[in-house]
C-alpha cells in the first residue's frame, strides 16, 4: 500500500494525542479527519491549535456519534480512561484502531477483554493494536530484538526510570509522592493489577523464546526526601516519599525469565537511600552470552523533554497505523506486525 493515505482520528487529545496530532499534521501519509475531546474548553478549536501547531482546519469534537460516524482507516485511542466497549464500537463502525492503553498481548488474565475485540473486529473486518513504550516497546520488542543476537539468556532486566521532577506530572500527587512511608507501603498508589498490565510484555517476551510466563511476583520498597522538595504545584516534605521501586517478575519453568524494575524519584540526589537510578528512560540488561545492555535515552547534549517515554508512546502506536490498517482483520501484536513498513519517517524536505 506505497503511496496510500491513511485516514485518521485522534481520539483524545492529552500529551500523547498531541503528539499524534502534530504527526498527522506533518507526514503526508496521514490524513487527520477527526477529533475527539472530553474537555469542554477544548470543544470547537482546530485540532492544530490544541497540539500547538496552529491551524490545520480539523475541529475538535465531543460528539460520540459524529465521529463513529465518520469515514476513516483508523482511530488512535489515547484517553486516559479505558473504554473498551466504545473501542469495540470504532472496531463494528469499520476503523481499526491503535490503542495505548492497551490490552496488549491476548494471554490468559486478559482472554474476556481479547475475546471482545476479536468478535468485533471480525464484525468490522477491522484489526485491533495495543501500542506504547512500555507496556507495547521496552520491555517486550526490544528485549526480544536484541535476543536475536545473544547465545544464551539467563535473566532479563528492564530498568524503568522516571524523574518527576524533572518531568512534572498529575502522578507526583496520584502516586502518593509526599505520603508517609508506612501508609505508602500500605496502600500503594499503583493498582494491584498493574504487574499483570505489564505481565502482557513479560508474555510477549516468554512467547518469543517458546516459553511462557507461570508467575509474577512483585515487590514494592520506598525512599524517603532528604530535604523539603518543591515541585511548583506542591511541596513533598522532608522524611515523606519521595522515591519508589516497583519490582516485578515473570517466572518460566520455575525460574525469573525477566524482572522489571521501576524507579520514579523526585530527584535522585533528594532521596535516602540514593538509588542512582540514572537518567530518566529505559535500559535492558540482559544477563547471559554474551551479556547485552541496551539504554534509551534522551541524548545529554539534546534539550527539550527528558523523560520521553509519552513522545515515544505516542510514536509506537502511530508508526504501525498503515500496518495494522493493512493486516487482516484480527488481533495485531508484535508476532503479526512481524517488521513492519514505517512510512513518512524520512522527510528530507
Ligand atoms: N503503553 C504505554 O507505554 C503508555 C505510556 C504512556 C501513557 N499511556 C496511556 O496513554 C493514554 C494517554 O496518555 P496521556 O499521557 O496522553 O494522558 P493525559 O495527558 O492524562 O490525557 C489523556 C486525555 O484523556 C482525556 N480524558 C480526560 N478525562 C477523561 C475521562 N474521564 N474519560 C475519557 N477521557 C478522558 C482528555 O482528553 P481531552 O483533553 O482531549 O478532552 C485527556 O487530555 C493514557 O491512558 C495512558 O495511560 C500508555
Redesign the pocket.
Known amino acids: 500500500m506505497a503511496g496510500k493515505t491513511y485516514r485518521v482520528i485522534q481520539w483524545?487529545?492529552?500529551?500523547?494525542?498531541?503528539v499524534a496530532i502534530r504527526h498527522f499534521a506533518e507526514n503526508p501519509t496521514y490524513e487527520l479527519v477527526g477529533?475527539?475531546?472530553?474537555?469542554p474548553k477544548?470543544v470547537g478549536k482546530d485540532a492544530g491549535e490544541?497540539a500547538k501547531i496552529g491551524p490545520i482546519g480539523v475541529i475538535?469534537t465531543?460528539d460520540v456519534e459524529a465521529i463513529v460516524a465518520l469515514e476513516a482507516d483508523a482511530v488512535h485511542f489515547?484517553?486516559?480512561?479505558?473504554?473498551l466497549d466504545m473501542v469495540c464500537r470504532l472496531l463494528r463502525s469499520g476503523k481499526n484502531v491503535v490503542c495505548?492503553?492497551?490490552p496488549?498481548f491476548p494471554w490468559e488474565r486478559w482472554k474476556p477483554d481479547f475475546d471482545k475485540l476479536a468478535a468485533a473486529c471480525a464484525d468490522g473486518g477491522t484489526s485491533f493494536h495495543?501500542?506504547?513504550?512500555?507496556?507495547?516497546?521496552?520491555g517486550d520488542l526490544l528485549p526480544l530484538t536484541v535476543a536475536r543476537i545473544m547465545n544464551r539468556i539467563d535473566h532479563i532486566h528492564l530498568y524503568e526510570t522516571i524523574d518527576h521532577l524533572a518531568n512534572p506530572?498529575?502522578y507526583i500527587e496520584f502516586m502518593g509522592f509526599g505520603r508517609e512511608s508506612a501508609d505508602l507501603l500500605a496502600n500503594p498508589g499503583r493498582s494491584p493489577e498493574a504487574p499483570y498490565m505489564f505481565a502482557q510484555s513479560m508474555e510477549i517476551v516468554a512467547k518469543g523464546l517458546g516459553l511462557t510466563i507461570d508467575d509474577v511476583t512483585a515487590k514494592f520498597d520506598v525512599a524517603t526526601a532528604v530535604r523539603d522538595i518543591d515541585y511548583g504545584r506542591g511541596v513533598v516534605k522532608q522524611g515523606t516519599v519521595a522515591g519508589q521501586h516497583y519490582e516485578w517478575t515473570g517466572w518460566a519453568d520455575g525460574k525469573p525469565l525477566i524482572t522489571y524494575h521501576c524507579f520514579w524519584t523526585m530527584g535522585d540526589e533528594n532521596i535516602e537511600p540514593r538509588w542512582n537510578a540514572g537518567v530518566s528512560g529505559y535500559r535492558i540488561r540482559i544477563e547471559g552470552d554474551p551479556p547485552m545492555e541496551v539504554t534509551m535515552a534522551r541524548p545529554a547534549a539534546a534539550e527539550g523533554v527528558q523523560y520521553l517515554?509519552?513522545p515515544?508512546?505516542?510514536m509506537?502506536g502511530v508508526n504501525v497505523i498503515p500496518a495494522v490498517c493493512d493486516a487482516a482483520p484480527g488481533i495485531v501484536t508484535h508476532f503479526e506486525l512481524g517488521v513492519p513498513t514505517l512510512r513518512g519517517l524520512f522527510r528530507p524536505d
Not at 477529533?35 to 474537555?39: E, G, M, R
Not at 489515547?78 to 473504554?83: I, N, R, W
Open positions: 483524545a487529545t492529552g500529551t500523547v494525542g498531541k477529533t475527539l475531546v472530553t474537555n477544548k490544541i475538535a465531543d489515547a484517553p486516559s480512561v479505558h473504554d495505548p492503553v492497551g496488549f495495543g501500542s506504547g513504550i512500555h507496556p507495547g516497546f521496552a506530572s498529575n517515554g509519552l515515544w508512546t505516542a509506537a
